[in-house]
C-alpha cells in the first residue's frame, strides 16, 4: 500500500542531522564490482530503495552482497546471467550503468532498455554508440539490448555530457585493450568519485572532473575498500529547510564542497562551519535568475527545491531547466499551497516566474518525483497548516529517513497509508 507524509508545518527546527552517502555516486560505484572477481567494499553507502534495488538486480545476476549498517560488500566472483530484467530496470533507469562493466569484463550484457520516465525521454544513445566505437556488437531484441564483444580504446566524442553516460564508459574502458578517450565528459562529483574507485581499484583514468577523461585499459580490476563521498544535494535539501524555517540544523557527515550549488545561486547564503556541523543560514531577500546546466552550473537536481525556497523570496524570481523536458511538475502542486508560479515554455526549456513573499498554506499534494516530493516537504514545513504529501516512494529512493531525520529536529511528519485512489 502507497505510503503519504502528514506534515504540520510552521514547527522551529532545531538539532543535528548527519548526511547520508551519496546516491549517484554509490549507485554506480556498486556496478563496478562487476569488473573484478574480489571484494569490493563501500563505506558511507547510504541505505536508500534505490541502493537496495541496484543489489536485487547484482543479486539475481550472481553477485555476492552483504550489508553491514552503511557498509555493503560486494563480490562479483562469477555470474549466473547476463540479462537485468525489464521489471528491475525501469523502476530506476540509472541501473542501466550495469551495461558498460558487465560487457567490459564478461564479453555479454543485457540490459532491458529503461525506456521514458516522468522526468523525460531520457534517451541512451550517447551510452550505445560509445560503446558500438570500443568495438561491442549491440542488438536490441524484445525491448532489451544485447551488447557483446571484446572491446577496444577509442576517441569518444557525445554530443552533450551525460552522467551515466560518461560513468558507463569510463567502466568499459578500465578493461578494454588500448586507451579510450571520452571528450565532452560529464564533470558531476559523483563521476569524480567512481573513477577515484576505479583507480583504487587497479584502473587508470585521469582527467575525472575535467571535460577530457582518459583511460588507459588494464588486463584485470582488483578488490578495494572505498568511502562514498557525502550526499551534495542531501545536503542542501537540508540547508534549504534550515533557511526557510529560520532554523538551527546542524549538518553533519558532509563537507564543504557539498554547499556549493547553494551558495552560487544564492549568494546571500552563508555557511558556517562549526563544531556541531555545519549551519546555512539566511536571509535570502533577493529575487534570482537560475538555469539548470550541467555541473558546475546549478544541478537540475536542486531545481525543484531552490524553487521553493525562491517563493519566501519577496519580489521575483526566475528558473529555468533545461536538462529535463517535464521537470516542473510541482509546481502546479506548489501553487495549490499558496505559490504564485507561472510556467513558460520556449524551445524544449520550462522557465518558471515565481512571484515570491506569499505564506504558503498546508494543502493535500502528490509527489511526482524524487526531487519533487521533497520541495513539497519542504513547503510543508513552512506552511501554515497541514499538508499531505502522497506518493512519498519516490522521497524513498534518495533520502534516508528524510521524516526521522527531520522529527528528530522538532518538526512534526508522520509517514502513514495512504488512501487508495
Ligand atoms: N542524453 C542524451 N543521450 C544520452 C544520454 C543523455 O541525449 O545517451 C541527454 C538527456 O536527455 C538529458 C541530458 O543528456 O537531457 C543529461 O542526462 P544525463 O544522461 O546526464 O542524466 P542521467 O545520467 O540519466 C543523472 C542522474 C539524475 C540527474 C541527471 C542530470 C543518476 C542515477 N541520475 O541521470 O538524477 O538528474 O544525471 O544531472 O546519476 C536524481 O537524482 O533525482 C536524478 C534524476
Given at each position: 500500500?502507497?505510503?503519504?507524509?502528514?506534515?504540520?508545518?510552521?514547527?522551529?527546527?532545531?538539532?543535528?542531522?548527519?548526511?547520508?552517502?551519496?546516491?549517484?555516486?554509490?549507485?554506480?560505484?556498486?556496478?563496478?564490482?562487476?569488473?573484478?572477481?574480489?571484494?569490493?567494499?563501500?563505506?558511507?553507502?547510504?541505505?536508500?530503495?534505490?541502493?537496495?534495488?541496484?543489489?536485487?538486480?547484482?543479486?539475481?545476476?550472481?553477485?555476492?552482497?552483504?550489508?553491514?549498517?552503511?557498509?555493503?560488500?560486494l563480490r562479483a566472483h562469477k555470474l549466473r546471467s547476463y540479462r537485468a530484467r525489464y521489471d528491475l530496470v525501469r523502476k530506476m533507469r540509472g541501473s542501466f550503468v550495469l551495461l558498460g562493466p558487465m560487457l567490459a569484463r564478461f564479453g555479454r550484457?543485457?540490459?532491458?532498455?529503461?525506456?521514458?520516465?516522468?522526468?523525460?525521454?531520457?534517451?541512451?544513445?550517447?551510452?550505445?554508440?560509445?560503446?558500438?566505437?570500443?568495438?561491442?556488437?549491440?542488438?536490441?531484441e524484445?525491448?532489451?539490448?544485447?551488447?557483446?564483444?571484446?572491446?577496444?580504446?577509442?576517441?569518444?566524442?557525445?554530443?552533450?555530457?551525460?552522467?551515466?553516460g560518461t560513468e558507463n564508459l569510463v567502466m568499459a574502458a578500465t578493461l578494454a585493450t588500448g586507451r579510450t578517450v571520452i571528450h565532452n565528459a560529464a564533470k558531476e562529483p559523483e563521476i569524480v568519485d567512481l573513477c577515484n574507485c576505479l583507480n583504487s581499484m587497479g584502473a587508470k583514468i585521469t582527467g575525472q572532473g575535467t571535460d577530457v577523461i582518459t583511460i588507459d585499459g588494464v588486463d584485470r580490476l582488483h578488490g578495494a575498500t572505498h568511502r562514498i563521498i557525502p550526499d551534495r544535494l542531501e545536503t542542501v535539501t537540508y540547508a534549504i529547510a534550515n533557511i526557510m524555517t529560520h532554523g538551527h540544523i546542524y549538518l553533519t557527515n558532509t563537507e564543504a564542497w557539498c554547499f556549493d550549488a547553494l551558495t552560487a545561486c544564492f549568494p546571500q547564503v552563508k555557511i558556517h562551519n562549526t563544531d556541531f556541523g555545519f549551519l546555512a543560514e539566511g536571509p535570502v531577500t533577493q529575487g534570482v535568475d537560475l538555469t539548470t546546466a550541467p555541473h558546475p552550473g546549478m544541478p537540475t537536481d536542486l531545481q525543484?527545491?531552490?524553487?521553493?525556497?525562491?517563493?519566501?523570496?519577496p519580489g521575483r524570481s526566475f528558473i529555468t531547466e533545461t536538462i529535463w523536458e517535464n521537470r516542473m511538475m510541482h509546481v502546479p502542486e506548489?501553487?495549490?499551497?499558496?505559490?504564485?508560479?507561472?510556467?513558460?515554455?520556449?524551445?524544449?526549456?520550462?522557465?518558471?516566474?515565481?512571484?515570491?513573499?506569499?505564506?504558503?498554506?498546508?494543502?493535500?499534494?502528490m509527489a511526482?518525483?524524487?526531487?519533487?516530493?521533497?520541495?513539497?516537504?519542504?513547503?510543508?514545513?513552512?506552511?501554515?497548516?497541514?499538508?499531505?504529501?502522497?506518493?512519498?516512494?519516490?522521497?524513498?529512493?534518495?533520502?534516508?529517513?528524510?521524516?526521522?531525520?527531520?522529527?528528530?529536529?522538532?518538526?512534526?511528519?508522520?509517514?502513514?497509508?495512504?488512501?487508495?485512489?
Open positions: 500500500m502507497l505510503e503519504q507524509f502528514i506534515v504540520q508545518g510552521g514547527r522551529a527546527l532545531k538539532g543535528t542531522v548527519a548526511i547520508s552517502g551519496a546516491k549517484n555516486a554509490a549507485l554506480k560505484i556498486a556496478c563496478a564490482a562487476l569488473l573484478t572477481d574480489e571484494w569490493l567494499v563501500l563505506d558511507n553507502a547510504p541505505l536508500l530503495s534505490d541502493m537496495l534495488l541496484i543489489c536485487q538486480i547484482l543479486d539475481e545476476l550472481g553477485v555476492e552482497i552483504s550489508w553491514n549498517g552503511n557498509q555493503l560488500s550484457a543485457e540490459i532491458s532498455l529503461p525506456g521514458g520516465c516522468n522526468l523525460g525521454v531520457r534517451p541512451v544513445d550517447i551510452h550505445l554508440n560509445g560503446l558500438r566505437a570500443m568495438g561491442a556488437n549491440i542488438e536490441l524484445d525491448g532489451y539490448v544485447i551488447a557483446t564483444g571484446k572491446l577496444h580504446g577509442a576517441e569518444i566524442f557525445p554530443h552533450c555530457p551525460t552522467v551515466t525543484a527545491q531552490m524553487m521553493v525556497l525562491a517563493t519566501q523570496i506548489l501553487c495549490r499551497m499558496g505559490a504564485d508560479i507561472s510556467v513558460e515554455h520556449n524551445d524544449g526549456a520550462n522557465r518558471a516566474t515565481i512571484n515570491g513573499g506569499l505564506p504558503l498554506y498546508g494543502a493535500p499534494v511526482t518525483d524524487l526531487r519533487a516530493s521533497v520541495s513539497l516537504v519542504l513547503a510543508g514545513l513552512c506552511a501554515k497548516g497541514q499538508t499531505t504529501v502522497s506518493r512519498i516512494y519516490h522521497l524513498d529512493r534518495g533520502y534516508h529517513a528524510l521524516d526521522d531525520k527531520l522529527n528528530m529536529c522538532g518538526a512534526d511528519i508522520v509517514r502513514s497509508k495512504q488512501e487508495a485512489a
